[in-house]
């Protein structure tokens, strides 16, 4: 079977593009330019790399972008005070602080201080609850992004059985929620699932998002499903440091229709997919230009 290598860099790019002309023609209706505000804390190197990413993307899509980098030692006080002072701007649409926090703070405070309306991760109990009753507006980036990514693949996902490897709030959950919207039938497996290779392998769709290096080899796959390798896991080999995804990509490719890679795959889409968040929240604000 020849594999089709989902590029999700490429698709990326063109869903950025599309939104920066929609950002344009919303400015030149009079509406403010959306603004996406991230919060850093502490150095970790991934997550200001991450960050560093997201606001070059949200430049590109014509956003207006603010970075608060805290220093790691910042007390739950400071941190607090910054996301509610961001909370009652009225130039910023989207907030977004980059977890993991720093072990000394609250990072379920923090989820829930962000105002839902501006909560472009779509982490807030209200967001998730919305998902859950099928009212979403912000919706995980990470699970939109894979979505975007079937909507194009597959097209009608209804009836398709769509199997998720994972059940985090971030990732599995939410995406078993868009997928039952979608109407397919949907099964979860995580750590404590038995026989999980053979139910992966009824699998039409399969997400994974575990975080174990190639967990999922050809035993796990039905031929001719399409596979979303949701994994970033930095592994040393031969004293080079190396992404690798939860899927044994060599071992899976020539027996799916379709599959992501990492990197390149599910990463750039979640990015897009915090610019089209911000996009949905600064339309549902709708605020104008102030008139001078
Ligand atoms: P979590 O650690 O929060 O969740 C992992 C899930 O995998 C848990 O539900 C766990 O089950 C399940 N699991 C662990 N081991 C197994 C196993 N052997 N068999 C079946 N299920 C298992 O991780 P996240 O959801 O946050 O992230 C998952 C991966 O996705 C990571 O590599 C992360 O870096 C990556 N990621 C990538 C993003 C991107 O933009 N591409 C964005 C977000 C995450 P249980 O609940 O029982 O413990």
Same mark, same amino acid.
């Given at each position: 079977?020849?594999?089709?290598?989902?590029?999700?860099?490429?698709?990326?790019?063109?869903?950025?593009?599309?939104? !920066?002309?929609?950002?344009? &023609?919303?400015?030149?209706?009079?509406?403010?330019?959306?603004?996406?505000?991230?919060?850093?804390?502490?150095?970790?190197?991934?997550?200001?790399?991450?960050?560093?990413?997201?606001?070059? *993307?949200?430049?590109? &899509?014509?956003?207006?972008? +603010?970075?608060?980098?805290?220093? !790691?030692?910042?007390?739950?006080?400071?941190?607090?005070? $910054?996301?509610?002072?961001?909370?009652?701007?009225?130039?910023?649409?989207?907030?977004?602080?980059?977890?993991?926090?720093?072990?000394?703070?609250?990072?379920?405070?923090?989820?829930?201080?962000?105002?839902?309306?501006?909560?472009?991760?779509?982490?807030?109990?209200?967001?998730?609850?919305?998902?859950?009753?099928?009212? !979403?507006?912000?919706?995980?980036? *990470?699970?939109?992004?894979?979505?975007?990514?079937?909507?194009?693949? +597959?097209?009608?996902?209804?009836?398709?059985?769509?199997?998720? +490897?994972?059940?985090?709030?971030?990732?599995?959950?939410?995406?078993?929620?868009?997928?039952?919207?979608?109407? =397919? *039938?949907?099964?979860?497996?995580?750590?404590?699932?038995?026989?999980?290779?053979?139910?992966?392998?009824?699998?039409?769709?399969?997400?994974?998002?575990?975080?174990?290096?190639?967990?999922?080899?050809?035993?796990?796959?039905?031929?001719?499903?399409? $596979?979303?390798?949701?994994?970033?896991?930095?592994?040393?080999?031969?004293?080079?440091?190396?992404?690798?995804?939860?899927?044994?990509?060599?071992?899976?490719?020539?027996?799916?229709?379709?599959?992501?890679?990492?990197?390149?795959?599910?990463?750039?889409? *979640?990015?897009? =997919?915090?610019?089209?968040?911000?996009?949905?929240?600064?339309?549902?604000?709708? $605020?104008?230009?102030?008139?001078?």
């Amino acid at each position: 079977m020849s594999v089709n290598v989902i590029d999700g860099r490429q698709l990326a790019e063109r869903l950025v593009e599309e939104m !920066a002309e929609e950002v344009k &023609a919303r400015t030149g209706r009079g509406y403010q330019q959306p603004g996406l505000a991230v919060v850093l804390v502490g150095e970790d190197p991934a997550s200001a790399i991450y960050v560093r990413n997201k606001i070059r *993307t949200a430049e590109k &899509a014509g956003l207006h972008s +603010v970075v608060t980098h805290l220093n !790691a030692s910042c007390s739950q006080q400071a941190l607090d005070k $910054v996301v509610t002072e961001l909370n009652e701007r009225d130039d910023i649409d989207g907030i977004l602080v980059q977890l993991p926090l720093p072990a000394h703070l609250s990072e379920e405070r923090i989820i829930n201080l962000v105002t839902p309306e501006k909560d472009v991760d779509g982490f807030h109990p209200m967001n998730v609850g919305q998902l859950a009753t099928g009212q !979403a507006h912000l919706v995980p980036c *990470t699970p939109l992004g894979c979505l975007e990514i079937l909507k194009r693949e +597959v097209g009608d996902l209804s009836g398709k059985h769509a199997v998720v +490897v994972g059940r985090s709030n971030i990732v599995g959950k939410p995406m078993a929620s868009l997928l039952l919207q979608a109407n =397919c *039938t949907v099964t979860v497996v995580h750590s404590k699932t038995m026989d999980a290779a053979n139910l992966c392998k009824q699998a039409d769709i399969l997400v994974v998002a575990v975080g174990v290096p190639e967990l999922v080899d050809s035993a796990w796959v039905k031929p001719g499903a399409v $596979v979303l390798d949701v994994g970033i896991n930095a592994i040393e080999k031969d004293g080079k440091r190396k992404l690798m995804g939860d899927v044994d990509f060599a071992d899976v490719a020539d027996i799916c229709k379709a599959i992501t890679p990492v990197p390149g795959g599910i990463g750039p889409m *979640t990015i897009a =997919c915090l610019i089209k968040n911000t996009l949905v929240a600064a339309k549902q604000r709708g $605020v104008k230009q102030p008139v001078v």
